[in-house]
């Protein structure tokens, strides 16, 4: 850049545009809404997870010892849940390096911001759930609602201007089980 | 006179961002809205898609304001998003052919033996013929030496090589003095050049 240079310099004596009256306002109001939509959401799964971690704890495990400690080396749910856990790990997995792989490169409206920011949370959520995890049993039903998010997450993200139409067309694009 | 973006916001206001107060971020708002609106304007060209880019770029500073680690001036992150999705809404754009020259061909040899149309050109005049400017270009030569851009940085920014940077840069500028020149010779009040939104 050349600050002497004439045309740099009539450039920057421009005056600067006049903001539409309502940019102000209407980003205001998507950032209230967000808000608003979260202040309801965030208590709402916790209270769900508390739910589950309820119907969880009333389970009968077979993993674990009289004192209810557990042994990891006794850790071991049947053979189909194994593969399932697996599975459904490596599912996860896939969905996230997806997702990594298309973050920050498409546009996004501010709807499509607000699902995403919200469905991260829910995934960080059940995140927080499954690092208290204490067997596979568990842990099991944590990773089908962790897989089920990101799959709402790669929607939204494939999406980035609708978010609930065209679910067959993001189905054919993203990742399957 | 620097970039309308050079505005020092305190630190702890930045940290109440970060926190998630939406009262801090509406103060930033306020500074930030006049010269984004305008960087937007002359980079995009529609006021509609300018519009999009503030609102989702101010978005982004809200929703990313802990990603800033204070290693360089807040206004320059802040102006680099709002860079960052004009860019985006103009490759995403595919009605926006034609965004830029050729850039293979050479600009023609300016004449540099009268004064420079924009030394005496007024300032409609001056808009209206970057108006009609291709976006990339337009982009560039605003990037360049409004913003105080380097080639390397447009070329990073905008995913080009620092040649057509350059090329952008001669093509335009010899655009735009042709463009004032003939307005400023031929017919002060060309319609095509005093037509603005």
Same mark, same amino acid.
């Given at each position: 850049m050349n600050p002497t240079d004439p045309l740099a310099t009539a450039l920057r004596a421009l005056p600067q545009a006049t903001p539409p009256d309502d940019l102000h306002a209407r980003l205001t109001r998507t950032l209230r809404a967000r808000r608003a939509r979260r202040r309801w959401l965030v208590p709402a799964t916790l209270a769900a997870s508390v739910v589950l971690g309820l119907l969880l704890l009333g389970q009968p495990w077979t993993d674990r010892d009289p004192s209810g400690a557990q042994l990891a080396t006794t850790s071991t749910p049947a053979p189909s849940a194994n593969t399932e856990l697996a599975s459904l790990q490596a599912y996860s997995q896939r969905l996230e390096s997806w997702l990594a792989e298309i973050s920050d490169d498409a546009p996004r409206d501010a709807r499509n911001l607000m699902a995403t920011a919200e469905l991260e949370d829910l995934v960080g959520l059940v995140d927080v759930q499954l690092s208290a995890a204490r067997s596979a049993s568990e842990s099991l039903p944590l990773w089908r609602q962790r897989v089920a998010l990101l799959e709402d997450l790669a929607a939204v993200r494939s999406e980035p201007f609708t978010l609930a139409a065209e679910s067959a067309r993001t189905a054919a694009a993203t990742p399957t089980l | 006179m620097t970039s309308h973006f050079c505005i020092d916001i305190p630190a702890r206001l930045i940290a109440r961002i970060q926190c998630g107060e939406l009262a801090a971020f509406d103060q930033v708002y306020r500074l930030f809205e006049r010269p984004a609106w305008t960087l937007a304007l002359r980079m995009i060209g529609n006021p509609e898609d300018a519009r999009e880019v503030v609102h989702d770029a101010m978005l982004r500073v809200f929703d990313r304001? *802990? @990603?800033? *680690?204070?290693?360089?001036?807040f206004w320059g992150w802040v102006r680099r998003i709002v860079v960052n999705e004009a860019l985006m809404r103009l490759r995403r754009d *595919? !009605?926006?052919?034609? @965004? !830029?020259?050729?850039?293979t061909e050479h600009a023609h040899e300016a004449d540099t033996s009268t004064p420079a149309p924009w030394v005496w050109t007024e300032a409609r005049q001056l808009e209206s013929a970057l108006e009609a400017l291709p976006a990339l270009t337009r982009s560039v030569i605003w990037l360049y030496h409004v913003e105080g851009h380097t080639h390397p940085e447009i070329a990073e920014m905008t995913g080009k090589s620092i040649s057509f940077s350059k090329s952008q840069l001669a093509r335009g500028t010899a655009r735009l003095r042709e463009l004032l020149g003939t307005s400023t010779a031929e017919d002060p009040c060309s319609p095509t050049l005093m037509a603005t939104p």
């Open positions: - | 304001a *802990r @990603q800033f *680690r204070g290693d360089s001036p *595919r !009605a926006h052919v034609g @965004q !830029a020259y050729d850039e």
